[in-house]
């Protein structure tokens, strides 16, 4: 089997649901009575489909994972996750606009207590994320594995 990673950290827009939450949805967002997620103006706001079993899989692998996104629409980020029934996968959340840096530093952070400043975790991130070695990977799913 292969290596599993110590954390897989997930971004929103694009990634969890297929539009930007801060400028093509309008917050606030509700449970309409057919069960699905709308938004202000009543226009649905879909999950992609794979994401709940991509989520599943990962988890009953033991794999931790984490939420980050910069988006300036946090508390509408935030509503979403809860009303699409997320947040019981992700062990952390960095939602809030800034560095992307700042986002992974602070889950591995939270996630890995271990891992405190005299270990030098942020100039390592630092320089993973300006290398060629960034190991993050990023790809659509076309079956959940």
Not at 72 to 93: I, K, P, T
């Amino acid at each position: 089997m292969a290596r599993l990673p110590k954390l897989a950290v997930f971004d929103l827009d694009y990634t969890l649901w297929p539009f930007w939450v801060d400028t093509h949805v309008d917050p606030p967002f509700h449970r309409s009575s057919d069960g699905s997620i709308r938004d202000r103006r009543g226009q649905s706001v879909p999950l992609y489909p794979e994401v709940p079993a991509v989520l599943d899989r990962l988890q009953g692998l033991g794999v931790p994972m984490a939420a980050a996104s910069r988006t300036g629409e946090v508390e509408g980020a935030n509503q979403l996750l809860e009303l699409f029934g997320l947040v019981r996968y992700f062990v952390h959340r960095e939602i809030y606009p800034g560095s992307k840096v700042t986002h992974f530093e602070r889950c591995y952070l939270h996630s890995c207590p271990e891992w405190d400043e005299s270990s030098h975790l942020n100039s390592r991130i630092r320089d993973i994320c300006k290398g060629s070695s960034w190991p993050v990977r990023s790809s659509l799913v076309d079956e959940p594995h």
